[in-house]
């Protein structure tokens, strides 16, 4: 595996593989990898010859009260689970590579509707640094194809708005969401929890469970939502939002529609945001 900082040696090594009539795969992250990360290498494997993957945390999606400087950077061991995983470039972007005027004066896309929902309503303005991020990398790496992960599932619908919205040319690939054995979705902010906050954090999913079996039993949408609030409040998390919503565009479904649809929760454990959603197809 290669490791590149400068755009230059980035497009060098695409190009290069292009001549070779390669396609090129990438997985934009903010580094901090687990096995949920890793899968999406995996996966983008399966769709291209060469795999590209970024890690930079991106200041432009955090939010001034958010954890920005404290975000787990872990490059040394990154690096060491992407040869294992057969990443052949890794790209580690500066701030002043990604935003050559800084983040404060950078053009901001913003993707409306789908990125001004759930996340979007709670995270003013982070929608707007995720797309933008995502469309630098995108034009930096010119991939075949990008791969992200569904537990992110808003930034999916995010990201496949923009690239339809600015005709880009690759193809978009969503992953599963990894696990763990009790039912937590993998995440880089699993490593804030305490012991005591980490017993208590699988029943996000197990409230994601519910509201599908609920709503399946034929219970209305605002009764599911209201009902799981409370159940995560029992269980000692603050609440953003538990909401059911269509899957293809998260916008909110009628009386009548029972299909397409999946269940979609934020909620903190102390300091630590959490979120997860689940088909209920």
Not at 87 to 106: K, Q, R, W
Not at 119 to 125: I, T
Not at 129 to 141: D, Q
Not at 154 to 162: A, E, F, N
Request: net charge negative.
């Amino acid at each position: 595996m290669r490791t590149v900082a400068d755009l230059r040696s980035l497009r060098a090594a695409v190009q290069a593989w292009k001549k070779e009539g390669l396609r090129v795969g990438l997985v934009p992250t903010m580094g901090n990898l687990h096995a949920g990360h890793f899968s999406l290498v995996e996966l983008a494997r399966k769709h291209a010859d060469r795999v590209v993957v970024s890690v930079f945390v991106n200041p432009t999606q955090f939010g001034p009260d958010e954890d920005y400087t404290r975000y787990p950077r872990t490059l040394a061991e990154d690096s060491v689970g992407l040869v294992e995983h057969q990443c052949d470039l890794l790209f580690v972007p500066n701030v002043e590579t990604m935003y050559p005027a800084g983040p404060e004066h950078a053009l901001r896309i913003h993707v409306p509707e789908v990125g001004d929902t759930l996340e979007g309503a709670h995270r003013p303005g982070h929608f707007d640094g995720v797309a933008t991020v995502v469309a630098k990398l995108l034009s930096m790496v010119d991939p075949d194809v990008a791969v992200f992960g569904a537990k992110d599932w808003q930034q999916t619908r995010v990201v496949r708005r923009l690239v339809r919205e600015l005709a880009l040319s690759v193809e978009i690939t969503t992953g599963p969401v990894v696990r763990e054995a009790d039912g937590l979705a993998m995440s880089s902010r699993n490593r804030y929890l305490d012991s005591a906050q980490r017993a208590r954090a699988p029943q996000l999913h197990a409230t994601l469970e519910w509201m599908r079996e609920s709503f399946i039993e034929g219970h209305a949408r605002v009764a599911v939502e209201g009902a799981a609030m409370r159940r995560l409040e029992r269980a000692g998390f603050v609440a953003d939002y538990a909401a059911v919503r269509r899957a293809e565009d998260l916008g909110i479904p009628a009386d009548d529609e029972r299909t397409g649809l999946m269940a979609l929760v934020a909620a903190r454990l102390g300091e630590t945001r959490l979120i997860d959603n689940l088909a209920f197809d």
